[in-house]
């Protein structure tokens, strides 16, 4: 049900956009479609399939030098609201594996370990995706007043 929510939801949206967005806004919602009638034994194999055609359809599109992607503010917006949301989830579910367990200084020291790991790979994967190179300095690693922005 969720599935057919989001087609109907993108295709009405997909008619107030420019030309030049509709055929992939069509492609979307066919494939938002398609997931809402598979069979529920076979869902998880055709979202397998589909995850490895876009991880290859990915880096085949960022390997080029063509400009394949069109990046729009709707879309930068996009990554910005997929972030907080992958950012919240990891303090979400820290905070869920913490309800069912005792409250003794061990499983809270884990727990925040594990939001410092979590927060720590999205910090490093942006560093990846901002080109930064690493800077040797103590207090830059610390985040300390000698970072600067770029």
């Given at each position: 049900?969720?599935?057919?929510?989001?087609?109907?939801?993108?295709?009405?949206?997909?008619?107030?956009?420019?030309?030049?967005?509709?055929?992939?806004?069509?492609?979307?919602?066919?494939?938002?479609?398609?997931?809402?009638?598979?069979?529920?034994?076979?869902?998880l194999?055709?979202?397998?399939?589909?995850?490895?055609?876009?991880?290859?359809?990915?880096?085949?599109?960022?390997?080029?030098?063509a400009?394949?992607?069109?990046?729009?503010?709707?879309?930068?917006?996009?990554?910005?609201?997929?972030?907080i949301?992958?950012?919240?989830?990891?303090?979400?579910?820290?905070?869920?594996?913490?309800?069912?367990?005792?409250?003794?200084?061990?499983?809270?020291?884990?727990?925040?370990?594990?939001?410092v790991?979590?927060?720590?790979?999205?910090?490093?994967?942006?560093?990846?995706?901002?080109?930064?190179?690493?800077?040797?300095s103590?207090?830059?690693?610390?985040?300390?007043?000698?970072?600067?922005c770029?």
């Amino acid at each position: 049900m969720l599935f057919a929510v989001l087609a109907l939801v993108w295709g009405l949206a997909g008619h107030g956009t420019s030309t030049q967005y509709r055929r992939s806004t069509r492609v979307f919602v066919a494939g938002t479609a398609a997931c809402a009638v598979l069979p529920a034994d076979g869902r998880l194999t055709v979202w397998l399939l589909l995850d490895l055609v876009c991880l290859v359809g990915s880096s085949v599109m960022f390997g080029t030098a063509a400009p394949v992607l069109t990046v729009t503010p709707a879309l930068s917006e996009c990554f910005g609201l997929f972030t907080i949301i992958v950012l919240g989830e990891t303090v979400l579910g820290m905070v869920d594996g913490l309800a069912h367990m005792p409250a003794d200084a061990l499983t809270i020291a884990v727990g925040l370990a594990a939001v410092v790991i979590g927060l720590g790979a999205w910090w490093t994967y942006f560093d990846f995706v901002g080109h930064r190179p690493p800077r040797p300095s103590l207090a830059a690693a610390a985040g300390g007043s000698s970072v600067i922005c770029r």
